[in-house]
């Protein structure tokens, strides 16, 4: 515990000799354009990842990034974005190789998580990703990733939180992205809705996409 301590002094006065006004400035306001949902997994760090400093993006992350419409700390977090501080991007960030996402694909016990993960394994139903005999257990992995990103977009843009923003006529964008630790890039999902009217279209090409990747 020391050391993360001594490692929290040298960053601030690191960023205090870039900026020396950076944390007043910061602690007056936050007016983050981003608001991120990403999965837990400590090797996708949400801010690094984008080259953003503290302030630049509201973060809630979760086990494989799901969006469930009973959630209410992830309604929450999307309710204040959208509502007050008026983020006009909403980016749904998966990553290849998730380990709740295998969890899923093999059919792994692990205990209360399973419930969660139960949301995983409706994306496998709905597009009928499972592993079958001879299968490269990998490939499907980060298959269902992709699918699992596009799912939670559209969750996102099927909440009232965003239904009554775009009805008011906020300028706001849903996007699906997904992350390579491999070799730490991002690539849009081409899933990017800014109302409710594309939805289903943008959501079908990006499935197709996927659904030829993965041919």
Same mark, same amino acid.
């Given at each position: 515990?020391?050391?993360?301590?001594?490692?929290?002094?040298?960053?601030?006065? !690191?960023?205090?000799?870039?900026?020396?006004?950076?944390?007043?400035?910061?602690?007056? $306001?936050? &007016?983050? +354009? =981003? %608001?991120?949902?990403?999965?837990?997994?400590?090797?996708?760090?949400?801010?690094?990842?984008?080259?953003?400093?503290?302030?630049?993006?509201?973060?809630?992350?979760?086990? !494989?990034?799901?969006?469930?419409?009973?959630?209410?700390?992830?309604?929450?977090?999307? $309710?204040? &974005?959208? +509502? =007050? %501080?008026?983020?006009?991007?909403?980016?749904?960030?998966?990553?290849?190789?998730?380990?709740?996402?295998?969890?899923?694909?093999?059919?792994?016990?692990?205990?209360?998580?399973?419930?969660?993960?139960?949301?995983?394994?409706?994306?496998?139903?709905?597009?009928?990703?499972?592993?079958? +005999?001879?299968?490269?257990?990998?490939?499907?992995?980060?298959?269902?990733?992709?699918?699992?990103?596009?799912?939670?977009?559209?969750?996102?843009?099927?909440?009232?939180?965003?239904?009554?923003?775009?009805?008011?006529?906020?300028?706001?964008?849903?996007?699906?992205?997904?992350?390579?630790?491999?070799?730490?890039?991002?690539?849009?999902?081409?899933?990017?809705?800014?109302?409710?009217?594309?939805?289903?279209?943008?959501?079908?090409?990006?499935?197709?996409?996927?659904?030829?990747?993965?041919?």
């Amino acid at each position: 515990m020391k050391e993360l301590f001594e490692k929290n002094i040298a960053w601030a006065e !690191a960023v205090k000799e870039s900026d020396p006004s950076f944390f007043e400035k910061l602690s007056k $306001q936050q &007016a983050p +354009e =981003y %608001l991120w949902i990403g999965c837990s997994d400590s090797r996708v760090p949400a801010n690094e990842i984008v080259g953003l400093m503290p302030g630049e993006l509201f973060v809630h992350r979760n086990v !494989a990034n799901l969006v469930v419409h009973s959630d209410l700390n992830c309604l929450s977090v999307m $309710q204040y &974005a959208v +509502e =007050y %501080l008026k983020v006009k991007h909403v980016i749904v960030c998966g990553h290849y190789g998730c380990g709740g996402v295998r969890a899923s694909v093999e059919r792994q016990r692990l205990g209360l998580i399973d419930n969660w993960l139960l949301n995983v394994q409706d994306v496998q139903y709905i597009h009928q990703a499972f592993l079958a +005999e001879g299968q490269d257990a990998k490939e499907l992995v980060n298959k269902v990733c992709e699918l699992n990103v596009t799912e939670q977009v559209v969750n996102v843009c099927k909440t009232n939180i965003i239904k009554d923003a775009w009805a008011r006529g906020q300028d706001l964008t849903v996007h699906g992205w997904i992350y390579s630790i491999a070799d730490g890039l991002l690539r849009d999902l081409g899933v990017n809705i800014t109302n409710l009217e594309e939805m289903r279209s943008k959501y079908h090409i990006a499935v197709e996409d996927i659904n030829k990747r993965y041919a």
